[in-house]
């Protein structure tokens, strides 16, 4: 028997979502047909998510999301890190590189979380809020698998995509609904081991899927 459910709140969400994907605003027309109901509906919806800060009108009468989100998804974030740190920790020990969690924002890979090995004598300095096309690189090309529902893809391995001399693999973090992200790791001079250090990435990336489950 399927779990019943709020049909307001998934109208709100979805609404969010219309919103989060039309950056230029749109009316409450136009969400009002998106949403697949009538203009008054919409304008509680909106009236509601206002009154909470989630949407937002521009001078224009354009809808557009809230500041009000920026205090969910800041609570979000020391989270995922506390979770992921100690997946990444191990890692980063066990193989000798540079770890990190990357998540998606858009059409972008954002590194979240980096996490540098303690013992070896040099390493990827990888800066956290570091951003590129999602993709590219290990990471993103990661998080595509999800995006496009490839469960028997694994991991994905570059060379010199992002930046000359760095290699990177990185796996999926698969079965947390609302999260696309990979877990990796990058280094300089020579390739990974793939069959030495997937294992250990794809291990990491179910650990932290597991710990935000």
């Known amino acids: 028997m399927a779990a019943e459910t ?8 979805r609404a969010l979502r219309v919103l989060a994907d ?8 136009d969400l009002a047909g998106r949403l ?4 008054t509906v919409a304008y509680r919806l909106v009236a509601t998510l206002e009154q909470h800060g989630l949407v937002r009108r521009n001078d224009k009468g354009l809808l557009h999301l809230g ?7 800041g609570a979000v974030q020391p989270l995922l890190r506390d979770r992921a740190v100690p997946a990444l920790r191990q890692l980063a ?3 000798g590189c540079t770890s990190h969690l990357t998540i998606a924002d858009g059409d972008e890979a954002v590194a979240l979380v980096v996490v540098e090995p303690s013992w070896t004598d040099y390493h990827v300095a990888y800066r956290v809020g570091s951003r590129h096309p999602v993709g590219q690189g290990a990471a993103g ?9 490839d469960r028997q893809t694994p991991y994905a ?20 609904p609302g999260l696309e992200a990979s877990v990796g790791v990058v280094t300089l001079g020579g390739p990974v081991d793939e069959s030495v250090v997937a294992p250990r990435v794809v291990l990491a990336a179910d650990e932290v899927a597991l710990r935000l489950r």
Request: net charge negative.
């Open 93 to 95: 020990e066990t193989v």
């Open 141 to 149: 090309k990661a998080i595509c698998l999800v995006r496009e529902g």
């Open 36 to 39: 697949e109901v009538n203009r």
């Open 22 to 29: 039309s950056p230029e605003g749109v009316t409450v027309t």
């Open 67 to 73: 500041m009000g989100l920026l205090a969910l998804s």
């Open 6 to 13: 709020s049909q307001t709140l998934d109208r709100g969400i």
């Open 157 to 176: 391995a570059t060379t010199s995509e992002l930046h000359s001399g760095a290699h990177g693999l990185a796996a999926p973090v698969r079965g947390v």
